[in-house]
């Protein structure tokens, strides 16, 4: 074999040999989920419809900050496990929420007779 067929295949296995991964990219990777995650936390703010307003005023529906960031809790909650419409009950208030938009969509009070449907998913907080 030449000296130039031996340079090329020392040159091709020197470029082709697989690297360990450093502890720096992992740690940046981990750095980036941390992140992403505390950026998905600063966007949760809970909306409310206009239907779902309407409800909560016509069905004396109050809500305390207590209850409300419970609900955002359980959002959060359903968003991690991929429910994309859920049913969120907190102390005797059924929400229906979109998830990924993190829109109430309608409410009421517990009692009596009621079928959710279009939900993919239920949190109880």
């Not at 296995?13 to 720096?24: H, I, M, Y």
């Not at 960031?69 to 009950?89: M, T």
Request: charged share 25%; net charge positive; no cysteine.
């Amino acid at each position: 074999m030449s000296q130039y067929n031996q340079m090329m295949i020392h040159r091709i296995n020197s470029q082709t040999t697989a690297k360990p991964v450093s502890r720096t990219a992992q740690t940046q990777a981990e750095s980036f989920s941390d992140i992403l995650n505390k950026k998905l936390d600063e966007s949760s703010e809970l909306q409310f419809s206009k239907h779902a307003t309407s409800r909560i005023g016509g069905r004396d529906i109050d809500l305390t900050e207590d209850q409300l960031k419970r609900v955002e809790e359980g959002v959060k909650e359903a968003g991690r496990k991929g429910i994309k419409d859920s049913l969120v009950l907190v102390d005797g208030v059924a929400l229906l929420v979109n998830v990924n938009s993190k829109t109430v969509v309608t409410a009421m009070k517990g009692g009596g007779k009621n079928v959710f449907t279009n939900i993919d998913g239920a949190v109880i907080v």
